[in-house]
């Protein structure tokens, strides 16, 4: 599985853009969407299409490479999309050694997902923008719905369908803005 358009938005509105180096919260030198391999304080500023290219192999490199070898039970793409989001923010190792990712392979999907928050310090203190982050993160990690219940007929489902895609339009158009 890869990381949709709609995951890579998200990962783009949380990182922000800013084309020179610069200190993270954590203090590690960072450019681009979040990019840190081969940084320093010292290099030049990059352009747009540098920092597109520098995302697109974060995500493959940093994110969806481990998720494809860590994640043992089926998700979707809403689900893929938030732990991709997840992943690439707190880096592989943490992710795996992470409770979440542990619900996640018990087929504890509920469970996962109240994970999110607790991943919201960066240097040991709690930011803003990282609560931020892991609530659209759990949010769209929660938008998931099996395929077998919105295939499967029934009023029950139907409104489940309805209820997914509304949840996605709201989501989409007042909370994230990344359209």
Not at 50 to 68: F, G, H, V
Request: charged share 25%.
């Amino acid at each position: 599985m890869k990381t949709s358009t709609k995951g890579i938005r998200l990962i783009k509105a949380c990182e922000g853009l800013r084309l020179e180096p610069y200190l993270c919260p954590a203090g590690v030198p960072t450019i681009g969407y979040g990019s840190t391999h081969g940084v320093s304080m010292d290099m030049g500023s990059i352009t747009q299409e540098t920092a597109d290219s520098l995302l697109a192999a974060d995500i493959r490199n940093e994110a969806e490479k481990y998720l494809d070898r860590f994640i043992l039970v089926d998700v979707n793409q809403h689900q893929y999309d938030a732990l991709s989001s997840l992943c690439f923010n707190i880096g592989a190792g943490n992710f795996r050694s992470s409770t979440l990712l542990a619900k996640l392979n018990k087929g504890d999907y509920e469970g996962c997902a109240k994970e999110f928050w607790k991943w919201r310090r960066g240097g040991g203190k709690v930011l803003p923008g990282l609560v931020k982050r892991r609530q659209m993160e759990e949010d769209l990690f929660r938008l998931s719905v099996p395929d077998e219940q919105l295939h499967s007929p029934g009023p029950k489902s139907r409104k489940l369908f309805l209820y997914c895609h509304l949840s996605a339009v709201y989501c989409s158009l007042v909370t994230w803005r990344l359209y």
